[in-house]
């Protein structure tokens, strides 16, 4: 909501599996905001994963910033396309925390993930920028 009081236009990519999966839709939509959604079964909006509503935004537009969050597998391809694109980018990193403390090393992102080794959502998250 800051960004739209500050009068920046924001464009929001929804993904998921089906329609039914999606959440959030009438929010955005009431907002006013642009959106984009992707089902990998087509049954709504763009066919395919939200990377590719992604790249489909980012060829159509000047983006300066990209903010994601979901699961790692979409996570790291998100900031390849981000690094790519030479977009900055803000990701939000889940995990399983056990101690929340840096001490356990439950919460430490798997290698290739994109973020250095080692890195933990608890200590180093849970959110990390690549400008
Ligand atoms: S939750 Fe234990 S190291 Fe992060």
Not at 34 to 57: E, P, Y
Not at 103 to 110: A, K, P, V
Request: aromatic share 4%; with cysteine; glycine share 12%.
């Amino acid at each position: 909501m800051e960004l739209l009081k500050n009068r920046c236009k924001v464009q929001v990519v929804l993904g998921a599996r089906s329609a039914g999966d999606i959440i959030m839709a009438d929010e955005f939509n009431r907002a006013g905001i642009d959106l984009l959604v992707t089902t990998n079964d087509a049954s709504l909006g763009l066919q395919g994963l939200v990377t590719d509503g992604l790249k489909k935004v980012m060829a159509g537009q000047k983006v300066d910033m990209v903010y994601a969050c979901g699961p790692s597998a979409m996570l790291t391809p998100v900031a390849q396309i981000c690094r790519n694109a030479g977009v900055p980018c803000q990701l939000s990193w889940e995990a399983m925390m056990r101690c929340g403390m840096g001490l356990c090393g439950s919460c430490e992102l798997e290698e290739g993930s994109g973020e250095p080794a080692g890195w933990l959502v608890c200590l180093d998250g849970p959110v990390a920028r690549h400008d």
